[in-house]
């Protein structure tokens, strides 16, 4: 349960405790390659609860290290692994389009798949096959969030960078109604002169 696991963070610190012995969580997992997509599931929860609310989504990312697929570009990858490997289509049952499934045959070659989806059903499998799917997803995976990530497309996270800007014009584009609110102060435009970060 998601809320059982944010009240146990925010628990950890008590008071009276010694402070050169932080306190800790150790999760365990087995070697079962199928767990992998438990722990993904429980990295998104925390991750879309901490960008609620801290706006942060890398607190969570902090405390579960490992990849999480489970998003658009995660599908993606599936989708073009399971074209690449049409046995294992048929071994998890996904031959068959079902409702829902994007193309309108049982032609699995047409279709795009869920990773979320297909890393249930992975479960079933040896753990073997399990093994070669989380490590082929996860450097496909990777691979292709580099590539993103240089070529500035990568939009499931936000990025902040230290521009080292200086403003050299200002103008008051409106005036604000004032009071304490950050959102009550003037609307300015400015022209700054700042570090370009691609070339």
């Known amino acids: 349960d998601i809320n ?23 999760y365990v997992s087995s070697a079962i390659p199928a767990e992998k997509r438990l722990n993904m599931m429980l990295r998104k929860k925390l991750k879309s609860l901490d960008a609620n609310t801290s706006s942060n989504q890398k607190n969570s990312s902090n405390l579960l290290a490992g990849e999480d697929f489970l998003n658009k570009y995660g599908d993606q990858v599936v ?14 049952g996904l ?23 297909v890393s249930g059903r992975i479960a079933i ?10 490590d082929e997803i996860s450097q496909r995976y990777n ?14 996270e936000l990025e902040t960078h230290d521009l ?3 403003t050299l014009d200002s103008s008051m584009l409106s005036q604000g ?19 370009a970060l691609k070339k």
């Open 4 to 26: 059982t696991e944010v009240q146990k963070r925010g628990r950890i610190n008590r008071t009276g405790q010694l402070e050169e012995i932080p306190p800790i969580y150790d």
């Open 79 to 92: 989708t073009d692994y399971l074209h690449e490997n049409l046995d294992l289509v048929k071994d998890l």
């Open 95 to 117: 031959d068959k389009a079902g409702r829902g499934d994007a193309g309108d045959s049982d032609d699995p070659t047409g279709r795009s798949f869920e990773a979320h989806k």
């Open 125 to 134: 499998m040896p753990t073997e096959v399990q093994a070669r799917f989380y």
């Open 143 to 156: 691979d292709l969030v580099a590539y993103l990530k240089e070529t500035d497309e990568y939009d499931l």
């Open 164 to 166: 080292q800007a200086t």
């Open 177 to 195: 109604k004032g009071g304490r609110s950050a959102f009550g102060g003037d609307v300015l435009l400015e022209k700054v002169e700042m570090n």
